[in-house]
């Protein structure tokens, strides 16, 4: 028994961590268990076939610790030191206390059971995928509900008690993951099911705790499938740079990249690396070798494991979220040195997304930056989901592709050149989100009021609605 896989240390507190260890083949299957400062036994996972094992822990608070990993009469220990955000290493409090014999006593959490009349959590996440439910809305004190096309949409099941969404953090979290929730009242993660995988948030109201579920599919869909033009797979082909999806939360922002990624997966021998938090999308190798990252799991800090991955050998690198300066400047970085990098933002529009990038940075540092976005980007793209006539919900994009043109204007500061730009540019694959939504009304699919209420320049919409000539070359987009 030994351990071959630990962080660095000192660490921090309250964060995921990996511990992988070896026995031998002859212990497939054993369970492990696991101690924390001789206080806190848990019972840990099998042994693999080929003798290796790995644990998925938190960190607990600062302070010195010591985890042993038993196996019979074998152990493997690892101490380490937990500094907090400002520096304090005081000692661990008890989570446990000891027997008179000095031995510590195992206190589980007690297993909750759903109250009568309420489902299970995966009941309730069936019947999501059953109806193509978008989200699962829990809380205490409320009745479940589900997000339907964008809706909120009530439940005839009875209000939510806590001894119920005890038992439904049960089902998908281990005791450590909902002790680190009832600690820091927040939670990120991920849960796989036969027919779905879910991405899992866990936060505190004045009410009590509450829980929301995003449904991921199981199966990838292809640009065809979602309705995408042909510009979204030829932008995948480029073999440096920087390609930006935004748009609000629920836009279909991650089901079009999961399609980005599949199609490179699928049509080019590439070297991928995603970035997430959580993972959402499961992807397996193809032509491609793809190796996907959770934060918190997989790698200790977002950053840290963006800027590891350029030692990696990528030709591809996936950033779930360009959250911060730092990782806006190693995503340019990455994308100047010769890989494609792929990052989302919550902006609306392509050209608000170059203005935000460069509202990270003083003012006199934007000179510099807006020349590497010049350089750098690809394309971005812009995308939202709205309801259409059949029940459904189709995308609705606006698309800049980064041509010699678009580029001089960036270098310049001139965005609202750039903005003229796109409607005037479907031969590059450029487009408006307001020639989407009228192309989707011309065919039938959304009204009016839709048309106007999704529209970014509603003006402008109306103008064509009403018969006017602005964008009227619009059919031929996407088609």
């Known amino acids: 028994m030994k351990i071959v896989q630990a962080p660095a240390q000192p660490v921090r507190p309250l964060q995921r961590f990996v511990v992988a260890g070896l026995a031998t083949p002859d212990d497939a299957g054993k369970t492990l268990v696991v101690s924390l400062n001789n206080d806190f036994k848990m019972t840990g996972p099998a042994v693999a076939k080929d003798g290796t094992w790995r644990l998925d822990l938190v960190f607990p608070k600062p302070g010195n610790h010591h ?11 690892w101490s380490f030191q937990v500094i907090g955000e400002n520096g304090e290493t ?12 000095g031995q510590p006593i195992v206190r589980p959490l007690p297993r909750a059971k759903v109250s009568d009349g309420a489902p299970t959590l995966r009941q309730l996440v069936e019947e999501a995928f059953r109806q193509n439910y978008s989200d699962v809305h829990l809380a205490v004190g409320r009745e479940p509900r589900f997000r339907n096309r964008g809706q909120i949409q009530s439940t005839t099941y009875p209000i939510t008690d806590d001894n119920t969404f005890m038992a439904w953090m049960q089902e998908v ?44 599919p199981m199966d990838i869909k292809t640009f ?32 079009t990249l999961a399609a980005m990624i599949d199609h490179i997966n699928r049509t080019m021998a590439r070297h991928i690396i995603t970035i997430e938090d959580p993972i959402e999308f499961v992807h397996q190798s193809r032509q491609s070798v793809i190796n996907q990252r959770e934060v ?66 003083q003012p006199e540092d934007r000179e510099a930056v807006r020349l590497q976005i010049a ?40 965005v609202d050149e750039v903005e003229d730009i796109i409607p005037r540019s479907e031969y590059e694959g450029m487009c408006t989100m307001n020639q989407i939504l009228y192309k989707l009304y011309l065919e039938g699919r959304i009204n ?7 529209s970014p320049r509603e003006n402008e919409m109306a103008i064509l609605l009403r018969g006017g000539s602005l964008y009227s070359n619009a059919m031929s987009i996407g088609g």
């Open 90 to 101: 005081a000692p661990p409090e008890p989570v446990n206390s000891a027997n008179g014999n």
């Open 173 to 216: 979290l281990n005791d450590l993951e909902i002790r680190r929730f009832q600690e820091t009242l927040d939670f990120d993660g991920a849960a796989q099911y036969p027919f779905a995988r879910v991405r899992i948030n866990l936060f505190e109201t004045m009410n009590g705790p509450a829980m929301v579920l995003r449904l991921i």
């Open 67 to 77: 985890l042993s990993v038993n196996l019979g009469d074998r152990r493997a220990d």
């Open 224 to 255: 065809e499938q979602l309705c995408l033009p042909p510009t979204f797979s030829e932008v995948c082909h480029s073999h440096k740079g920087l390609i930006l999806i935004t748009g609000p939360t629920g836009s279909g922002k991650s089901t």
């Open 296 to 361: 918190g799991i997989h790698s200790m800090e977002f950053a840290n494991a963006l800027r590891a991955s350029l030692r990696e050998d990528p030709d591809v690198i996936l950033i779930g979220e360009m959250r911060d300066r730092e990782t806006v400047e190693t995503a340019l970085k990455a994308a100047q040195t010769g890989h494609l990098v792929f990052g989302t933002l919550h902006t609306n529009g392509a050209v608000k997304t170059i203005e935000r990038i460069l509202a990270l940075y």
């Open 448 to 454: 009016e009021e839709i048309a106007l209420s999704h």
């Open 375 to 414: 350089e750098a980007l690809v394309a971005c793209i812009s995308q939202a989901l709205v309801p259409t006539t059949d029940g459904k919900r189709a995308p609705v994009y606006e698309v800049l592709v980064n041509t010699d043109a678009v580029r001089d204007y960036i270098k310049k500061g001139q």
